[in-house]
């Protein structure tokens, strides 16, 4: 099995500069010489012999496994190395078999009538607050980061991001807002306090329910900022004046769009209007990476935006506008990858050398996913009525140039307790 595995390095890489050791001792040089010198090892047959045959979740496991080595460059280069040449260069007809198993197993699983929201997003954000405190910005944004103008760092960036969803929110005091999944708290407490509006914030995270509660507490907002563990599929007959959701709309089920805005929609006041936020993709997926699924989003889906918006048609909410953030994501992702890394120390005494190796490997291989896979973030604007958004987008820059003068002044933001 190790021949068959270098014959399919050897098809799969030709640019490139990758130095391969099999289990068996054989080594081989492949690529054409150029971009960063990576050795690749590996420790057994069976791990060859996994990977020829679902290399979708096998490169994963073995990595991670510590069955497949790089005693040069790392798992970022590897799988930018890759990709870069064209994914479909590996593909044989039993290795595609699987994969279209994958894709079904999960086609079937999104339409089953069992709710494992609150199991899913715990497998996920009830870790340990001291791995994201590893790699997060001081506001734990667990989102894409808005980097305008280019070049700034991590927390400019998270600032930015929160000053841009604010500016197209058009809030204005006293209104109410409802954060679908508003995670540790950041965006919702940046709304109260740039615009004077009263926020509550739903999760299905009890961690992160804590940690919210105990920041709006401490920053003096518990009157005008309140988190609750609430599903959306289960809140009652109250609307608001604007919804806001973040980063949660990827782990909706593709099966349940039609669900999710249709209860925005009740949610929504007549005239007010909703921005979506999320991860999506230029062609439909039809199902998640089985690596990323299995071991780091499970029941996570990011969707083509041909997808969304029959949802988003048939709830009776207009589109009143969609912005496309190309690579934003990208920066980001690379960001907190710098960073997890250069505490790998850290992280290994939290956990251990293989849970280590498997958020490198889900930081890199995300990364790698909004460069080379065409993975982007879209945001949405909603309403029920024409005249709740502007008819131009001036109204953006306008607002957030005032947003800029509230964070001159803002009280700084303390460090995150857990």
Not at 237 to 259: C, K, L, P, W
Request: net charge neutral; aromatic share 10%; hydrophobic share 40%.
């Amino acid at each position: 099995m190790g021949t068959t595995f270098l014959k399919l390095l050897r098809k799969l890489v030709q640019k490139g500069n990758l130095k391969v050791t099999l289990s068996s001792g054989e080594q081989a040089m492949l690529g054409d010489g150029s971009g960063v010198p990576v050795a690749l090892r590996t420790i057994d047959e069976d791990a060859e012999k996994a990977i020829v045959l679902d290399p979708g979740l096998k490169f994963g496991e073995m990595y991670v496994e510590g069955r497949l080595v790089l005693d040069e460059g790392n798992i970022f280069d590897v799988i930018s190395m890759i990709k870069a040449n064209g994914l479909e260069r590996a593909a044989t007809i039993s290795n595609t078999i699987i994969a279209l198993l994958h894709v079904a197993a999960q086609q079937i699983k999104s339409r089953l009538p069992v709710n494992r929201n609150k199991h899913n997003i715990a497998h996920h954000y009830d870790l340990d607050g001291k791995l994201f405190d590893l790699f997060l910005d001081q506001d734990w944004q667990y989102s894409c980061a808005y980097f305008d103008p280019p070049g700034i760092g991590l927390d400019e960036a998270q600032t930015a991001k929160k000053r841009h969803i604010a500016a197209k929110l058009l809030l204005e005091p006293g209104q109410s807002v409802l954060d679908v999944g508003s995670g540790w708290g950041g965006m919702a407490m940046y709304l109260a306090e740039s615009s004077n509006v009263d926020v509550t914030g739903i999760t299905l995270s009890e961690e992160q329910l804590k940690v919210s509660r105990g920041r709006a507490a401490k920053r003096g907002l518990a009157g005008r900022v309140r988190f609750e563990l609430q599903d959306y599929r289960t809140m009652g007959s109250q609307t608001f004046d604007r919804i806001v959701s973040v980063g949660m709309f990827e782990h909706v089920g593709m099966a349940n769009y039609g669900n999710f805005f249709g209860k925005m929609a009740d949610l929504l006041a007549p005239k007010g209007s909703m921005l979506l936020h999320s991860i999506g993709q230029a062609e439909k997926p039809w199902a998640t990476n089985p690596w990323i699924e299995k071991y780091i989003f499970p029941g996570g889906y990011m969707p083509a935006l041909s997808e969304v918006v029959p949802a988003i048609e048939k709830s009776r909410l207009m589109i009143r506008d969609i912005e496309i953030l190309p690579m934003h994501y990208a920066h980001t992702l690379r960001a907190w990858r710098e960073r997890f890394t250069a505490r790998r120390q850290e992280a290994v005494r939290l956990y251990d050398e293989r849970f280590f190796r498997m958020w490198e490997f889900y930081l890199a291989a995300s990364e790698t996913a909004f460069i080379y896979d065409n993975l982007l973030i879209f945001q949405i604007q909603l309403s029920h009525k024409q005249d709740a958004v502007p008819y131009t987008r001036n109204y953006i820059g306008e607002r957030e140039a005032a947003l800029r003068e509230f964070e001159k002044n803002r009280p700084p933001l303390e460090p995150v307790e857990f």
